[in-house]
């Protein structure tokens, strides 16, 4: 079955060093057995450490559901979403870190979702005084699918407002009802989230766009920009960006 991203759900392009590896790291340390984490992978443990191994999106969420069922904590995608980013992903990594402000952030969000946010796609548009940031998916559904949302949206919150210095104005949308927890949205999200709307979306300040990051470099992005052009070409699945 081909997503909506552009990808088979059998294409082995993520790499299980990167995202996946967190996701181990964070179920084992929460006394989740590895067996019971890999269990219908079709992967073993030291292949999420090789700097090698490629998996499909179809072996994340097997990881994934095993992890949500061994982990058993309403904090769990919020965790691990803390844990993502910007992360130990080599010179995308570096991309992000150099981000000069929030326009830049999400620009390299959306073009490099691939290696950053693999199963899901990062996109945005601007009103006359807010931006709306929306993720696009169709390779989760139903629990998994709320687990994406928490870890990439707390994720994101979390970079951002560490690159900016500062906490933004940020509101939350969500398409589903209340999960029965919302201490954890309002403890790692803040107040203004809502739920029962029509659409999964971020809503900042449109003048939040542009503000300078103290720490944004103009020149040492640019090679760090190309290396992980190279990271991205390597995937072999350029169709997944369009």
């Known amino acids: 079955m081909t997503s909506s991203l ?41 292949e ?3 700097a090698t191994t490629l998996i499909s999106p179809s072996q994340y969420l097997t ?16 965790q691990l979403g803390h844990r993502l980013l910007p992360g130990y992903y080599g010179a995308v990594s570096q991309v992000l870190q150099q981000s000069r402000n929030l326009r830049q952030a999400l620009n390299f969000f959306r ?16 009103t006359d005084d807010s931006v709306v940031i929306h993720w696009n998916t169709s390779c989760a559904e139903d629990e998994r699918l709320r687990f994406l949302l928490e870890a990439n949206t707390s994720a994101l919150l979390s970079m951002v407002n560490w690159l900016s210095g500062e906490k933004l104005d940020w509101r939350f949308h969500f398409d589903f009802s209340s999960p029965g927890y919302d201490e954890q949205y309002w ?20 003048s939040s766009m542009e503000k300078a990051w103290c720490d944004g470099t103009l020149l040492g992005i640019h090679g760090a920009l ?17």
């Not at 552009?6 to 084992?28: C, K, M, N, R, W």
């Not at 190309?226 to 369009?242: G, N, P, T, W």
């Open 111 to 126: 073009d490099f979702h691939a290696l950053l946010t693999p199963l899901m796609r990062l996109q945005y548009y601007e």
């Open 187 to 206: 403890v790692h999200l803040g107040d203004d989230v809502h739920f029962d709307q029509a659409m999964n979306e971020i809503i900042v300040p449109r």
């Open 48 to 50: 999420i450490k090789a």
């Open 6 to 46: 552009g990808y088979e759900s059998d294409t082995e392009f993520i790499a299980a060093h990167f995202q996946p590896a967190v996701l181990t790291e964070l179920a084992l340390s929460r006394g989740v057995s590895d067996y019971a984490l890999l269990r219908g992978a079709r992967l073993r443990l030291d």
């Open 63 to 78: 990881l994934i559901k095993n992890a949500m069922q061994g982990m058993e904590a309403d904090d769990s995608g919020f």
């Open 226 to 242: 190309e290396q992980a052009r190279v990271q991205k070409a390597v995937l072999s699945i350029e169709s997944s960006f369009v």
